[in-house]
């Protein structure tokens, strides 16, 4: 069996060898010729796959590594007879600790205690729905708006009213074009000129959910926005000018810990295993790297309500990537220094584990109220 597979799956072979021969090839290169004597395709996001692409190929099983499916044909490939898998809520923690950080790096741009906003969250599937439940823990009021889901329970709000009513409003939606409740420029001029004064717009979903170049005429004309964008219409190509004016710009690596992407790997090694019926012998954390926990030390003197900050940053702090992502940008001198550069960002990014694995130690004794909060934002207790 042959496996075509995107060179940034982690632990391709130590899942994937026992299936076959693996071929690794950089995301945007995957094209027809490259799969023409595949029976396997693995990917992540980077690569649109097509029933035409894969016409006249051996290729019976699409997987990607990722929560998203925007860029598969299911529709074509399925009339095709070709299996697809995705890997739902792989990377969902690693997208709330983002969303988490870009608050704090809001809280201190603005002198508004993050905790006190009410935070609208567009999307209540399993990044959405783990969002709003950790920030409910942690006492921070929420409203989720979820068309499809409001059909099916109560408790949602339609998009006019968390636009009225959301200090913070963060996407978590897929990419859709068709159906009841498309998502494509979900986010229009009309919404965008609708947001609150000194709002904050988060988007770690995908681009287009936000019509871009609408978005920067609103940020040329209103500075009292906070706006953070990790994902953006036509990437790899990003527009400088708009990143310019996001006060937090990152090149779509919300949910790239490494926690995430393993566990991407994982779920479509299972699913592989159903397709042709093979036991599923290999377990994650008999293979992971780094497995155990790691320690963060806080002193007892950090006052109780800078603690959680404080373990937050030390872990994940977006402005780190903000600041590689505004470095490349600024030494690019074409789209394409632009195009390969948001890419080589994707693919040499720093180690990142989630809160999961590390514990927070202090010096003395911790409050129940503290360590409760630590433990609502996901570290071990």
Not at 146 to 165: A, F, M, N, W
Request: charged letters at 25%.
């Amino acid at each position: 069996m042959h496996i075509v597979a995107d060179e940034n799956i982690p632990l391709l072979d130590e899942f994937m060898s026992g299936f076959g021969r693996v071929t690794r090839l950089p995301g945007r290169e995957i094209d027809a010729s490259s799969v023409r004597h595949a029976d396997v395709l693995l990917v992540r996001s980077v690569t649109q796959v097509s029933a035409a692409m894969l016409a006249g190929s051996s290729v019976r099983f699409v997987g990607t590594c990722t929560i998203g499916t925007d860029h598969l044909d299911l529709h074509g490939l399925a009339k095709a007879g070709i299996c697809v898998a995705s890997a739902p809520g792989c990377n969902a923690r690693g997208v709330v600790e983002y969303v988490l950080s870009c608050l704090l790096a809001f809280s201190e741009r603005t002198g508004i205690d993050w905790q006190q906003q009410v935070v609208g969250i567009i999307g209540a599937g399993q990044v959405g729905g783990r969002l709003a439940r950790t920030l409910r823990q942690l006492g921070v009021e929420c409203r989720l708006c979820d068309p499809p889901q409001s059909e099916q329970e109560s408790g949602y709000v339609d998009l006019d009213t968390l636009i009225e009513r959301a200090d913070v409003i963060s996407c978590h939606v897929p990419l859709t074009d068709s159906g009841r409740y498309p998502t494509r420029y979900l986010f229009d001029a009309d919404c965008l000129a609708r947001l609150r004064p000194g709002a904050w717009l988060i988007n770690s979903s995908r681009g287009p959910v936000i019509d871009n170049q609408a978005l920067k005429s609103l940020l040329e004309r209103r500075d009292d926005l906070q706006v953070a964008l990790d994902v953006w219409e036509h990437e790899p190509r990003v527009d400088p000018e708009l990143a310019s004016l996001c006060a937090l710009a990152t090149p779509h690596i919300a949910g790239y810990s490494l926690d995430g992407k393993l566990r991407g790997t994982e779920q479509i090694y299972q699913a592989l295993c159903r397709f042709f019926g093979e036991k599923i012998a290999i377990r994650l954390e008999d293979i992971a790297p780094s497995q155990g926990s790691g320690e963060l030390s806080v002193s007892a003197a950090t006052p109780r309500e800078w603690l959680l900050a404080r373990a937050l940053r030390l872990v994940y702090d977006v402005r780190d990537d903000d600041a590689r992502f505004r470095a490349m940008l600024g030494k690019a001198e074409s789209d394409s220094d632009i195009r390969s550069g948001f890419d080589l960002l994707r693919k040499h990014y720093p180690l990142r584990r989630e809160n999961s694995f590390y514990r927070v130690n202090t010096d003395a004794p911790m409050e129940r109220a503290v360590t409760t909060r630590l433990a609502a934002a996901g570290f071990k207790p």
